[in-house]
């Protein structure tokens, strides 16, 4: 056999998580390979995830994706909800547009993942990224005896002409999906509940008399088929899905096909009429709850989305966590690559994403069963309707679903902060900024956009009033500079006056660019005095890590020193 290929990451699965994986590693200038068996050019599969809330925009905003993927996908900023022909309000995904706050992207994305793959392929290979279209995985072993870094070994084989290649990588993701061959071989149990529930979604082009139908959501309350789901898709489609009763189930047993799944969804939507112009494609899937074991295994292999957590399409969570838990691993392990960090940085991946996996899991059990027109037995008894029930889940756990509340506990990398009140491991507010001269503003997000790198930023109050504590803070910051890895972190620093003020820069102590806040909004979002100032510490990943008062940035020193080799 001919000599190994070697990259730093073998990522086995081209869907949207593994892709992102490995564009983000390239972002970072961490080598990688893709493998996907499936020629996605000639596989039309339009349908599975399709919608992105707020949080899961933001973060593909600050990876550069989201201009070109809201050039493709419909912008959903309202919805609708009935019952018996009549709008009811406050009900629905109604709730999530009411509560949606906090963020300059207050709007879902609605994007079939075909596009949204295609979108993420072309940035990666933008980025001379490599993939092995054609080719599966076989097996891999890790060598912990190797000499070199490359200690998992991995057999490729092309699933057309039989050709085999062998791989030496640092690191292994498995992001092949829920029979992920990667999880498996590493023996991580895989356990959770099989549900009885079964839905249909179907995308196409219909025509309805239902009002508002070009909206971005609409739910139909039925009493036959559950809570109907309605959402308009990219290039003028839209998508119906409804709860297979076990009436049904019964009446079709195994036969079931298109023109039955377009007959009860025309039922489904009495009292409004529903025609079919065409079907792009439609499924009936069964509802199953699992969350794995371990996201990591040997140091070396890690786990990725469904291939270490499956749950319903009921909340639209499947692609969001997935964009959740690709990010969050590959600032991670390029940092590890980069010889950045010590292994406990990669530790937090699984003891971060696992009980957000978790949490999900438990919320999908309630969901999953209320859109299927049933009660939980922990309301069994109650007053409310399976409808009802499903808003008070959904409006009680809001902020969770749409991505702006996800927050993870204090360890290594998120240090509680000694000013300030948003607490360590929360999404860093965004704000705007303006550049020195400058009378259009900047988004904060936009100057952190995400290349692996910690942001220190020097909120410096008035420098007028907290000059005499920038000055020796200034200092203190470029020796940490000095001590923690080349390239890990990028440094700014932000002032409380306006541009105008701005003319005599050079007078004030600063380090890295500067910035004007100029209606002392970003000093608010992130609770910080005018007059005293503050350190902040943001991760690759727009989280809070730590936050310090000027006179003790000495503090961020040790947070950061905690986790970073020395340089």
Not at 469 to 498: C, D, W, Y
Request: glycine share 10%; net charge negative.
């Amino acid at each position: 056999m001919a000599t190994a290929i070697e990259t730093d990451v073998l990522i086995c699965g081209g869907g949207p998580v593994g892709l992102l994986v490995a564009y983000s590693l390239a972002r970072q200038g961490v080598a990688s390979i893709v493998l996907e068996q499936h020629d996605k050019d000639q596989q039309a599969m339009y349908g599975r995830a399709t919608t992105l809330y707020p949080r899961t925009l933001e973060m593909l905003d600050q990876l550069d994706l989201l201009n070109d993927l809201s050039q493709i996908g419909y912008i959903g900023r309202n919805s609708v909800t009935y019952k018996d022909g009549k709008r009811v309000t406050s009900r629905g995904w109604h709730v999530m547009f009411e509560r949606m706050s906090g963020t300059y992207l207050d709007y879902c994305l609605n994007i079939r993942q075909k596009y949204s793959e295609g979108v993420i392929r072309s940035a990666y290979e933008g980025l001379k990224g490599e993939q092995y279209t054609g080719w599966k995985l076989e097996s891999y072993v890790v060598d912990d005896a190797a000499q070199d870094d490359y200690k998992v070994v991995s057999q490729i084989r092309n699933v057309g002409s039989g050709e085999e290649l062998s791989i030496k990588s640092k690191y292994i993701v498995g992001a092949d999906g829920g029979h992920s061959l990667v999880r498996r071989t590493a023996k991580i149990p895989f356990e959770g509940d099989r549900t009885n529930f079964r839905w249909v979604r179907i995308d196409g082009r219909f025509k309805t008399n239902m009002p508002d139908a070009d909206m971005g959501f609409a739910s139909i309350e039925s009493e036959s088929h559950g809570n109907v789901l309605w959402v308009q898709l990219d290039h003028g489609v839209k998508r119906i899905g409804f709860a297979m009763t076990d009436e049904m189930l019964a009446k079709y047993g195994d036969g079931f096909n298109e023109e039955h799944a377009k007959a009860e969804a025309i039922k489904s939507m009495k009292p409004f009429t529903l025609e079919f112009e065409s079907v792009d494609w439609w499924t009936l899937y069964s509802i199953n709850q699992r969350v794995a074991d371990s996201y990591l295994a040997n140091d070396r292999v890690v786990l990725a989305g469904d291939a270490c957590h499956t749950h319903s399409s009921g909340a639209a969570q499947g692609m969001n966590t997935g964009v959740h838990d690709a990010v969050n691993l590959s600032w991670k392990l390029g940092g590890m690559i980069k010889g950045w960090y010590t292994a406990d940085v990669l530790k937090t991946y699984e003891s971060e994403r696992r009980p957000a996996a978790q949490q999900l899991i438990e919320l999908d059990k309630a969901f999953s069963a209320t859109i299927s027109g049933q009660i939980p037995e922990d309301y069994k008894g109650s007053c409310m309707d399976a409808n009802e029930l499903f808003t008070r889940y959904f409006e009680q756990t809001i902020q969770f679903n749409i991505g702006l509340g996800i927050h993870y506990d204090e360890s290594v990398i998120n240090k509680a902060p000694s000013t300030g009140m948003i607490s360590a491991g929360w999404r860093g507010p965004d704000a705007l900024l303006y550049r020195p001269g400058s009378r259009l503003p900047v988004r904060l997000f936009e100057l952190t956009r995400n290349c692996g790198q910690w942001s220190i930023l020097l909120f410096a109050g008035h420098p007028a009033v907290s000059r005499g504590k920038l000055a020796p803070a200034v200092e203190a910051l470029n020796e940490l500079a000095k001590a923690i890895p080349s390239g890990m972190a990028r440094f700014m620093t932000i002032f409380a006056q306006s541009v105008a003020e701005g003319d005599r820069l050079f007078d004030y102590p600063r380090i890295g660019n500067a910035y004007f806040d100029q209606d002392r909004l970003a000093h608010a979002a992130y609770t910080i005095s005018t007059e005293n100032g503050a350190v902040v510490i943001l991760r690759p990943d727009g989280l809070l890590g730590h936050a310090t008062r000027l006179e003790d940035v000495d503090s961020a020193a040790t947070f950061l020193g905690g986790f970073a080799t020395s340089s």
